[in-house]
């Protein structure tokens, strides 16, 4: 018997040689911990005691990409989750930065939603970037270069505030979406990597839960700090000459200086625990791998078209997500609904998401597959679209919270999907996922200028073509594995 280990790919080979002819039968241990034996078919004995006793490992081992066997995937997911805690706090922070910069720069819906646009359009610029900076660095230092890109972006902010400058605010976000770029780049396929893959919706649930909780407090803490007087404020202004009202607002303005330097202190030091930590570093699946499961290994990345679907597909997701998130506020003002009331309403949305995670953790996959929550999530966020539209008041801000609901499983949903046997080019996959999310940047944008001229209400038509798409992959798009 000869044993050859390559430690790299954690691959043995048990090479029993008592004929010319070989068999190779592939047995998979979760997606990353592959075992290969070459035999005759004259040992069937043998196969059956190696299953059986791959059947009693513990499926709670995982082994990281030098070879070493860890007893469990709870520390990883601990990490993992505090990272989408992060993700969540500092993105929907949008939801409430969108009117209160409305308010302190004096923009129009349109303009002010270039908070969003400036923020996820750094994910199409900057995604393939950080996939080359993850093949150099691995995936848990680049986690730790993202975070403290982040920190360099929140630290932006407070000049920003000083000067009451738009455009510095703008160029923070930016950067903090580029240092979110390649935390995204590095951890959803990290997830998607780490345990079986028909639960690895479960798995992004779970991080979901974390994202959208802070989601659901980051808008309240902030709006405590920058907006508690929102309603007074903008009552008071109309009694001011312009000098008091540039006043007026220059301290508004200022009252970000503090949270957002509190964040920069959070993310720097968050950076250094996730460097020393005892996160693995992952091998993701490589071309004589994928060889050896029987997958086809094409040229391009643009020979997977459920892959080039699935990004498509997650543009128009992240869109009409951050729709709900960072509309809703704005649509509550619109209706006449005060500030203190109206400044929960992200929350909602967070809430509603929160719900859809749970129903996914506890549904996939032993209820519902990954396909099947995706269909049932499209379906009903026409249902919530047109309930948005047709309903007016308070009922139709209710509907707009909703979306959370549909929106939950689409992420979780999508990666799995997308990422399925793309063997070596999964980080560019994931890179070119990461590129949808500028989905988030562009269509707001598109909302914002049909809120301008057909009013707020009316401008959440444009959920309904996303809701289509996100249709058409769950019934048939995942399934194109060839564009002939």
């Known amino acids: 018997m000869l044993i050859l280990l390559k430690p790299k790919l954690t691959i043995i080979y048990v090479n029993h040689i008592i004929s010319g002819k070989k068999d190779i039968i592939r047995l998979k241990y979760h997606d990353f911990f592959h075992i290969h034996f070459l035999f005759t078919k004259s040992f069937p004995s043998f196969v059956k005691k190696i299953n059986s006793t791959l059947n009693s490992i513990s499926m709670n081992t995982i082994t990281t990409g030098v070879g070493k066997k860890s007893n469990s995937y709870l520390l990883p997911m601990i990490i993992i989750s505090s990272l989408f805690f992060v993700f969540g706090f500092v993105t929907w922070l949008n939801g409430i930065l969108i009117p209160y910069l409305k308010i302190a720069c004096q923009l129009s819906d349109f303009q002010a939603l270039l908070v969003a646009f400036a923020f996820y ?44 400058t738009y455009g510095i605010f703008l160029l923070g976000l930016f950067v903090m979406g580029t240092g979110l770029a390649l935390l995204q780049t590095a951890s ?22 974390c994202n959208k909780f802070a989601g659901a407090v980051a808008p309240l803490i902030l709006a405590y700090y920058i907006l508690s007087d929102g309603d007074a404020f903008v009552a008071s202004m109309a009694n001011m000459s312009e000098a008091e009202q540039t006043a007026a607002l220059d301290q508004l303005a200022r009252r970000v200086i503090n949270p957002y330097i509190v964040m920069t202190v959070i993310l720097f030091i968050l950076g250094g625990i996730v460097r020393l ?31 080039i679907l699935g990004v498509i597909t997650l543009f128009f997701y992240v869109g009409i997500e951050v729709i709900a998130g960072d509309t809703i506020i704005r649509y509550g003002l619109s209706l006449g609904i005060e500030m203190s009331t109206a400044k929960a309403f992200t929350s909602y ?31 009903l966020g026409l249902i919530f679209a047109i309930g948005a539209v047709f309903t007016s008041g308070f009922t139709s801000v209710i509907f707009v919270a909703l979306f959370g609901l549909s929106n939950a499983l689409v992420w979780p949903a999508i990666w799995p999907l997308a990422l399925h046997n793309l063997g070596k080019f999964i980080k560019v996959g994931s890179a070119m996922l990461i590129m949808a999310i500028s989905g988030g940047a562009i269509i707001p944008l598109i909302w914002g200028k049909l809120s301008d001229s057909i009013g707020s209400q009316n401008a959440y038509w444009i959920a309904i073509p996303c809701y289509l798409v996100i249709l058409f992959y769950s019934v048939k798009g995942y399934k194109i594995k060839s564009w002939r």
């Not at 975070?147 to 009451?164: E, Y």
């Not at 780490?194 to 979901?208: D, F, H, N, T, Y």
């Not at 570093?281 to 290994?297: F, I, K, M, Q």
């Open 121 to 164: 359009i750094s994910y199409t610029i900057m995604a393939l970037p950080s996939a080359w900076v993850l093949n150099k660095t691995g995936l848990k230092s680049g986690m730790m270069v993202g975070l403290w890109i982040m920190a360099i972006g929140t630290l932006i902010f407070i000049p920003a505030a000083i000067t009451r």
């Open 188 to 209: 959803n396929p990290y997830v998607t990597i780490m345990g079986p893959q028909e639960s690895a919706a479960k798995r992004i649930s779970i991080l979901g839960i």
């Open 349 to 379: 949305v967070m809430a509603t998401m929160v719900v859809g995670y749970i129903i996914g953790i506890f549904m996939i996959p032993k209820y519902m597959s990954q396909r099947f929550a995706l269909q049932w999530s499209a379906i």
């Open 277 to 307: 930590s005892g996160l693995p570093d992952l091998e993701v699946e490589s071309e004589e791998d994928a060889e050896l499961n029987n997958v086809p290994v094409k040229k391009s990345i643009f020979g997977y078209p459920h892959l």
